[in-house]
């Protein structure tokens, strides 16, 4: 998982919560959101704009807006204060990414699934945890697992997103996401000047690439040189 720095909330979703926000007392938080009309530009902005095209949890990367959904990452059913909430909102993956049918296994709606009612005060949230790549540490097989900065918080957060779901193949992704990121530094090698670290480096910092925490664990020991480029 990535932090994912909230920008200025955008003036067209600003305009259309104060309307809403006058019916406040008459409708149920669920209601409230239903009744967003700008939900599908507002995925988008974020989506472009704060998360370089990844879910906000996996980090799968998001091709069709079919294939994802505004999440609350704290439910509006708590508090109906957090409906419109920017800080509380990121886009998920729908959590079928990788599967063969449309079984939700992993994040948003994984999360919000009977049995998997997450703790919060244990909840790593993406939007306010800056180092929240330090609660996490990768194996050879793909695997997402906890550091040691907080087993606690890590384990609760990785069991209610399901992140190694074997049935939606993210273990499995990580490492060809790995494979595809090596044939991009030799075909960036052929065309440039500089050096593997260099482009290793340039490659990471853009942060674009599908399951970029992984990556950037897996290249942990050339980022922590700090190469100038």
């Known amino acids: 998982m990535r ?43 974020m989506l472009e704009k704060e998360q370089n095209g990844l879910c906000g949890y996996c980090e799968a990367q998001i091709k069709e807006q079919s294939k994802s959904h505004l999440e609350h990452i704290e439910p509006i059913k708590i508090d109906k204060k957090l409906v419109f909430d920017y800080q509380n909102l990121i886009v998920s993956c729908n959590g079928t990414c990788f599967n063969n049918d449309e079984k939700r296994l992993t994040c948003g709606h994984k999360k919000d699934t009977k049995g998997y009612k997450p703790n919060y005060t244990l909840f790593l949230n993406p939007t306010k945890v800056e180092n929240i790549r330090e609660y996490f540490k990768y194996d050879t097989r793909g695997n997402i697992g906890s550091s040691n900065l907080d087993k606690e918080r890590s384990n609760e957060t990785m069991r209610v997103l399901n992140l190694n779901d074997p049935c939606n193949r993210l273990p499995e992704e990580r490492l060809k996401a790995l494979v595809e990121f090596k044939k991009s530094i030799q075909k960036y090698k052929l065309k440039t000047q500089k050096s593997l670290k260099e482009i290793i480096k340039l490659l990471l910092d853009k942060e674009n690439l599908a399951f970029i925490s992984f990556l950037r664990f897996k290249y942990k020991h050339i980022l922590s040189q700090g190469v100038q480029i």
């Open 3 to 45: 932090y994912i720095f909230k920008k200025e909330i955008p003036q067209f979703f600003v305009d259309e919560v104060e309307e809403l926000e006058k019916t406040l007392e008459h409708k149920t938080a669920r209601e409230l959101f239903d009744s967003l009309k700008c939900k599908s530009q507002l995925l988008e902005y």
